[in-house]
């Protein structure tokens, strides 16, 4: 039987973001899979699976938003937690993008890059041998060699010390880990503290709410404590002594970056920052997100089940937290013919509390399907050319 965590509501807080007003609650999504990245080994393991309350709260200053429920001693991470997106062409290919567009920007030869929430590195990796960089990579999900690697970077299977043992660095990134953070605010201050009188500069990136609002919000789990558009991720970077260089969307918007540092001069700041249009339209979303969220649970159990109406064999396309927050939602009773996903860890592995099995995309050739869902429209080409390339007839729709 699937466990359910207890719900941590009814305490004021007041915005992480702005620092402003008391947090209002504004959509409450009921109980969620809490570990989105484990893929257990047995189905049972994966049905026992524990839940958590997902309480979603906004700032009308800023539109920070927060789960207001989460319980920072439900998640323990470590390497059985596999989140990685490098196994997709069109990841890697903006991965590497990203990498070419930091060492052209900013003055890494030579320099200590402190990646916190490295993943399995290759990131970080790729981002010291095209700049030339030392880097140290700090994640408690990390699975791969420890120590010093060719690249010229060094892993730590650990939380990143930051305190008097923290080593100096003049560029700190940290991709998709900020947003798990119970105390983001915290987090940026205490890097502002370690970066001292030293020119600093850094690298943050996190999906963007800008997007997982205005939509369904598959991307709204249990392991991301907040949820941050341009101008809320611009406050807080600035409330915690940061100068914003630049912000923008990345990966078909599905995605948000700000590039900060400290110690330089004037002109390196951005003038132009996201304003209070952009954080109007942020809450424009979030007055809508409770409905279009319920609205999208329902349409797409239609989805499935004119499909099988029509003897058809649906697929979802992606295993990663994206794709188990929809099962949980939309395909609760395992009624989908398969979910397969490229990443050859997760193959013959069970998702949480729906216990779905995950494999790969060659079992698709054989299975007859009509329907393919993916959660993710910046996948949506590579699929389309990997069901071609396996000569899969099908329908591609994206939640």
């Not at 927060?66 to 903006?94: C, E, G, K, W």
């Not at 299977?157 to 003049?170: G, Q, R, T, V, Y």
């Not at 939509?215 to 249990?222: H, M, S």
Request: glycine share 10%; aromatic share 10%; with cysteine.
């Amino acid at each position: 039987m699937t466990a359910t965590l207890g719900r941590r509501v009814g305490v004021l807080r007041f915005c992480d973001a702005c620092g402003g007003q008391p947090l209002r609650p504004f959509a409450e999504l009921g109980e969620i899979p809490v570990f989105c990245g484990v893929h257990w080994a047995s189905r049972d393991e994966a049905l026992a699976s524990p839940l958590g309350t997902m309480s979603l709260a906004y700032c009308p200053d800023c539109g920070y938003v927060r789960n207001i429920a989460f319980d920072p001693n439900a998640l323990v991470y470590d390497a059985t937690m596999d989140t990685n997106l490098h196994h997709s062409p069109a990841f890697q290919s903006f991965s590497t993008k990203l990498v070419h567009h930091l060492a052209a920007r900013y003055p890494l030869r030579g320099a200590t890059v402190l990646d916190i929430g490295c993943g399995q590195g290759e990131f970080l990796r790729e981002l010291c041998h095209v700049a030339g960089a030392r880097g140290i990579g700090y994640d408690q999900m990390y699975a791969g060699p420890t120590g010093p690697d060719p690249s010229g970077a060094e892993f730590h299977c650990a939380a990143a010390p930051l305190d008097d043992d923290a080593p100096p660095f003049d560029f700190v990134t940290s991709r998709h880990w900020f947003e798990h953070l119970a105390d983001p605010y915290g987090f940026l201050v205490r890097l502002r503290e370690l970066a001292g009188d030293r020119p600093v500069r850094g690298y943050l990136e996190v999906p963007d709410a800008a997007y997982d609002l205005a939509t369904a919000g598959w991307e709204v789990i249990y392991p991301h404590v907040s949820y941050f558009d341009g101008y809320s991720l611009c406050r807080i970077a600035q409330r915690a002594g940061w100068q914003v260089v630049a912000t923008g969307p990345l990966f078909s918007g599905m995605f948000r970056y700000v590039e900060i540092s400290c110690n330089l001069p004037d002109q390196d700041i951005l003038t132009t920052l996201p304003g209070l249009s952009d954080r109007d339209r942020q809450l424009d979303s979030i007055a809508g997100f409770a409905g279009r969220h319920a609205a999208e649970r329902e349409r797409w159990r239609s989805v499935i089940d004119r499909a099988l109406a029509a003897d058809d064999r649906p697929v979802l396309w992606g295993a990663g937290s994206r794709g188990v927050q929809f099962l949980h939602l939309a395909d609760p009773d395992n009624r989908l013919a398969a979910v397969v996903d490229v990443n050859p860890r997760k193959w013959d592995r069970y998702l949480p509390v729906t216990g779905h099995r995950v494999t790969s995309p060659e079992s698709l050739a054989t299975l007859g399907t009509r329907t393919v869902i993916s959660t993710n429209p910046a996948y949506r080409n590579e699929i389309g050319a990997a069901l071609r390339a396996l000569g899969v007839e099908a329908e591609l729709l994206v939640a």
